[in-house]
């Protein structure tokens, strides 16, 4: 492996700073999303509550990303993360409080996880677009990987030291551990020394409406992003709820408890992970749309193999396949959209992206706790999976026609970066 040119993004100060921030708080970010996730499953013992709670953290993405992605292109993106990353330490810490003094019901978490929703239909297309200033735009697809590896790798440990904290001590620490983790974030972001990243080209003076309309424009007519977008809305609205439907499989199918569900989301961690770095490695963005269609299809198979597993160490090694393949796509999609949209659109079309990746999971959450209610969570997967080799198969019979498009955009945007700057 050429650790060089898969760590080169480190070069940069800023990057560095805000890395190692986000893998500590990362970390705790997963431990709370597994203590919550059996939190909600214990106190209820109902997969469509488990979707209910999974639709109230993330419809808020879906109705709010448009507005947080033009705050982002507004305002000064690195004010705006620490004031977002400090409202997600208060609710983890609230939730820690109600959880540990044993008052926490079904709806505390589920108010909760509304309030972290709004908060992250700001935090999320904010960050997206903070990548470009932090590094330069050579660097952009390897800080995009390295991203989604430090992701995946806190996707690793979190869950499995979530797993082994539940069942030693209960959900509430790992409440606690997550709001504390959360300093590390905030400081790294502190210590950064950024030019204020206001896009001049966008003026202020425009209308709200004006401004959001912009971003979906450039979406709607420019047809590489409308494919990459569609693709992505039909994986995370179909494939992406096996997630939510983990503490069922762990429970009831596998009978492998909260160890076990910690194993499982670890595993697909870990295949996330492999998949990030098989990106950073890449130094081009050519062949990157086979790698989506390729990424979607196995995905889909990996779902459908996983929904009829019955045994742990099975569904452990399917879901390291799943997640190899879940992050080849998203992981491709993202470096290819952010290479092809103009700076001062990034927000907003980020914000987009992150609707339609964290968006739609809501909906398929809530669809798939309600067909597990009734037809079993196995079936309700495979369905899930077969919907996304559809999708990839289609997308794949449309990139031919989409690659002259795709090369238009990037080298306008390349011609755009090497642009001098105006005094």
């Not at 194993?263 to 081009?284: D, F, N, P, T």
């Amino acid at each position: 492996m050429d650790a060089p040119a898969l760590l080169r993004s480190l070069r940069h100060r800023n990057y560095r700073l805000f890395f190692t921030g986000q893998l500590i708080s990362l970390i705790g970010t997963w431990m709370d999303t597994v203590a919550e996730a059996w939190l909600v499953y214990r106190l209820s013992h109902s997969p469509l509550l488990l979707g209910v709670a999974a639709f109230a953290s993330q419809i808020p993405v879906f109705l709010l990303a448009p507005i947080g992605g033009l705050i982002a292109d507004r305002y000064d993106r690195r004010k705006i993360l620490i004031w977002t990353q400090a409202l997600s330490m208060v609710q983890a810490m609230a939730l820690a409080i109600l959880t540990l003094t044993h008052v926490v019901t079904i709806w505390h978490v589920i108010l909760l996880a509304a309030g972290l929703g709004i908060v992250n239909a700001i935090d999320m297309p904010t960050r997206q677009a903070f990548v470009v200033d932090m590094v330069s735009r050579e660097d952009l697809m390897n800080a995009i990987a390295l991203n989604s590896s430090m992701f995946n790798g806190a996707r690793v440990i979190g869950p499995a030291v979530a797993g082994l904290v539940v069942a030693a001590i209960g959900e509430g620490w790992c409440f606690f551990a997550n709001s504390v983790s959360y300093l590390a974030v905030i400081a790294g972001l502190w210590m950064m020394t950024t030019a204020r990243s206001v896009n001049p080209s966008s003026p202020q003076v425009a209308s709200v409406w004006s401004q959001i309309k912009e971003g979906f424009g450039f979406v709607m007519h420019e047809k590489p992003v409308r494919a990459l977008l569609s693709l992505l809305a039909v994986v995370s609205l179909f494939g992406m709820s096996y997630s939510v439907l983990m503490p069922v499989f762990a429970d009831q199918i596998l009978h492998a408890g909260p160890r076990g569900l910690g194993l499982l989301m670890g595993s697909a961690g870990i295949g996330a992970l492999c998949g990030a770095i098989s990106l950073a490695l890449k130094r081009e963005v050519k062949g990157l749309g086979r790698w989506i269609m390729l990424g979607a299809s196995g995905f889909g198979v990996a779902l459908i193999v996983f929904g009829q597993s019955r045994m742990t160490w099975l569904s452990c090694l399917v879901l390291l396949g799943a997640g190899y393949a879940m992050m080849v796509q998203m992981s491709s999609s993202n470096t290819l959209i952010q290479s092809m949209v103009p700076n001062r659109l990034r927000g907003r079309v980020m914000a987009l992206y992150t609707a339609t990746f964290m968006g739609m999971a809501p909906v398929g959450a809530l669809v798939s706790g309600t067909l597990a209610q009734h037809i079993g969570a196995p079936y309700t997967v495979a369905i899930g999976g077969g919907a996304c080799i559809v999708a990839g198969a289609l997308f794949g019979m449309v990139l031919p026609s989409l690659r002259p498009h795709a090369r238009r955009l990037i080298v306008a945007q390349q011609a755009e970066a090497a642009a001098p700057t105006q005094p």
